[in-house]
Nanobody, 120 residues
Framework: QVQLVESGGGLVQPGGSLRLSCAAS????????MGWFRQAPGKQREFVGA???????YYADSVKGRFTISRDNAQNTVYLQMNRLKPEDTAVYYC??????????????WGQGTQVTVSS
């Protein structure tokens, strides 16, 4: 079992930055790959990026070059640094554990989500 708690969401102006955190507990954090997804109202859950145990990363084209995923195994935390935010980045952001895939069905554990709103 892995429990995940996201934090760091909020309201930001276009072009601004936010850093989301996902704190994990339970199973040994360093042994699992992690992912970030987002879901806007009326849309399907969308892959944002993922990070392996080795810290190798993979991103969706829509965020590549603007978002960065990192992990701190000592703190059992994975981060999503979001720069140059756009209104279309507005969504509820979720972290997920135990998968390295663009398909949300590959992940076994999910956090409760944190709202990110990009608006002037």
């Amino acid at each position: 079992q892995v429990q995940l708690v996201e934090s760091g969401g909020g309201l930001v102006q276009p072009g601004g930055s936010l850093r989301l955190s996902c704190a994990a507990s339970g199973r040994t954090f360093s042994s699992v790959a992690m992912g970030w997804f987002r879901q806007a109202p009326g849309k399907q859950r969308e892959f944002v990026g993922a990070i392996r145990r080795s810290s190798a990363t993979y991103y969706a084209d829509s965020v590549k070059g603007r978002f960065t995923i990192s992990r701190d195994n000592a703190q059992n935390t994975v981060y999503l640094q979001m720069n140059r935010l756009k209104p279309e980045d507005t969504a509820v952001y979720y972290c997920a554990a135990d998968g390295f895939s663009t398909d949300f069905r590959a992940y076994d554990y999910w956090g409760q989500g944190t709202q990110v709103t990009v608006s002037s």
